[in-house]
């Protein structure tokens, strides 16, 4: 199971595959961020 930081939460969330979708269509900055190691998965 993965985690990734939720700034909107202000928690970590588990990565769900309809999670992923959304955050895939809508937040290009957050994927951009991950892509450039700025932001880290979590394994649980």
């Not at 999670?19 to 994927?31: G, M, Y």
């Amino acid at each position: 199971m993965a985690f990734l930081p939720c700034p909107y939460l202000e928690t970590d969330v588990e990565l769900s595959d309809d999670r992923e979708r959304h955050i895939l269509s809508h937040h290009p900055d957050f994927v951009r961020k991950l892509k450039e190691g700025e932001v880290e998965w979590r394994k649980s």
